[in-house]
């Protein structure tokens, strides 16, 4: 890590976003402490990723950026047109910039008092950079990677198997997020830059056969060139076995370990944590085991919600909500909402900044709830947020597992 004037970092990454030939892809996102939200074309944006692309009119910069529900993508030509957007993105306040060219990966953050603190890695091996504009190209891990091959989504051939298209379009969804929510935590200081004598420890808890575990890996350490260590942990020795073979096919350094997500004893904390479709209250379960390991970041993915729901089927409707849970389907529904929201609002509480988003579309699973949560370490003893969670809890009459396990209730 360096500190610079934010003008001169700003103006190195400028070179880096004006060379169609080495940048492989650039993300912008969040906002300068203090300062007003970023726009693009007079919209506030989140966040906006820049690569470049060969369409028929010859090599464009493609531009895409995301405000809080959708995204917007326009093409402009490598040369001027693309020097007059860079130089417009460059002068709005965004946070943080990640840059990554084919040799290298660049960070950038903006301090408070417009400095910026910056992080410059060298990658193992040069990468290729993906030109091509079309969906199927800008897939995160291509049909052919050995990974995907060892984990039978893709044949022999290297082509997604017709039977696995759904489990690659959840690898590919999952990754995206992971790489936006590390990109993100590293590039404000959130997560440590991992080094190769201390990876980046990812432990995936309720792992089952790893098909998530794994892509992480291979995504991070090969795509991203972040050294990283993962473990998977699960009740079934099955899963270590088979997993533990995938991983030597692979030539992957991981362990798997046999254990609950609660009581599972891991050699030293994780950085990361992924829970991903642990049954019912696994979840609270792995939510609790991050916070005590104050692990920076964590991506939960609940599944099925029964604890709330038999709670809510006991505890009398308080008044006027009778409507939310008289109908068996709007009950579940109404349950799954609630314990997801208690369960943001309780990682607020404990310290965390937590955003939830969808993780897979509703077409291929209704379980598509992705809890983001990165650490601040700012707990909340008291004011507005514990009254709206104090009164909520009162409301409904329930008691969430999240909040047992970390004695938040307890006089
Ligand atoms: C639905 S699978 C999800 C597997 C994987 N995370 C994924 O998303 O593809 C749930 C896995 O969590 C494991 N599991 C559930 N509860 C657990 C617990 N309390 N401790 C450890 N593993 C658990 C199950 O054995 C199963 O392999």
Redesign the pocket.
């Known amino acids: 890590m360096a500190t610079e004037p934010l003008l001169r970092a700003l103006s190195r990454m400028r070179g880096h976003l004006l060379d169609p030939e080495s940048l492989v892809r650039a993300v912008a996102s969040g906002a300068q402490r203090g300062g007003r939200v970023p726009e693009v074309a007079g919209r506030p944006v989140r966040r906006v990723e820049l690569r470049y692309v060969d369409l028929k009119a010859g090599r464009h910069l493609q531009v895409t950026s995301y405000d809080d529900t959708q995204a917007h993508t326009t093409n402009v030509a490598a040369g001027e047109a693309a020097k007059v957007a860079v130089d417009d993105l460059l002068d709005q306040p965004f946070g943080s910039w990640h840059v990554d060219t084919t040799t290298q990966t660049h960070q950038v953050r903006a301090t408070k008092k417009l400095e910026a603190v910056t992080h410059t890695q060298d990658r193992a091996a040069p990468v290729e950079a993906e030109r091509g504009h079309d969906k199927a190209k800008q897939r995160l891990l291509p049909e052919d990677d050995p990974v995907l091959r060892a984990l039978g989504i893709s044949d022999a051939q290297g082509r997604i198997k017709p039977t696995r298209q759904a489990k690659y379009r959840q690898v590919e969804e999952f990754l995206r997020l992971l790489d936006a929510a590390i990109g993100d935590a590293l590039a404000k200081g959130q997560l440590r830059t991992p080094t190769e004598d201390d990876p980046l420890r990812v432990v ?6 790893a ?2 575990t794994f892509a992480a890996h291979r995504y991070l350490s090969a795509v991203r060139g972040l050294p990283v260590r993962v473990t998977g ?4 020795q099955q ?1 270590a076995d088979h997993n533990t073979a995938v991983a030597a096919t692979l030539g992957i350094d991981a362990d798997f370990v046999v ?4 009581d599972a004893v891991l050699p030293q904390p994780p950085d990361v944590v992924l829970v ?4 019912d209250t ?1 979840t609270d ?1 792995a939510l609790a085991r991050a916070v005590a390991w104050e692990s920076a970041l964590v991506l939960a ?1 609940p ?1 099925c919600h029964h604890d709330i729901a038999a709670q809510l089927r006991k505890a009398p409707t308080p008044a006027p909500y009778a409507a939310l849970t008289r109908h068996g389907i709007l009950r579940e529904r109404f349950a799954d909402t609630l314990t997801d929201g208690l369960r943001a609002a309780i990682l607020r509480l404990v310290g965390y900044r937590v955003d939830v988003v969808e993780f897979v579309g509703s077409e291929h699973t209704p379980r598509n709830t992705l809890l983001r949560a990165t650490r601040t370490g700012k707990a909340v003893s008291g004011g507005n947020l514990r009254r709206e969670y104090d009164d909520l809890v009162a409301t409904w009459g329930v008691h969430p597992h999240l909040d047992e396990l970390l004695g938040l209730s307890r006089d």
């Open positions: 995936d808890l309720g792992c089952g056969n098909y998530l942990v699960d009740v079934k899963s254990g609950t997500i609660g991903l479709h642990a049954c696994a379960d993915a599944c």
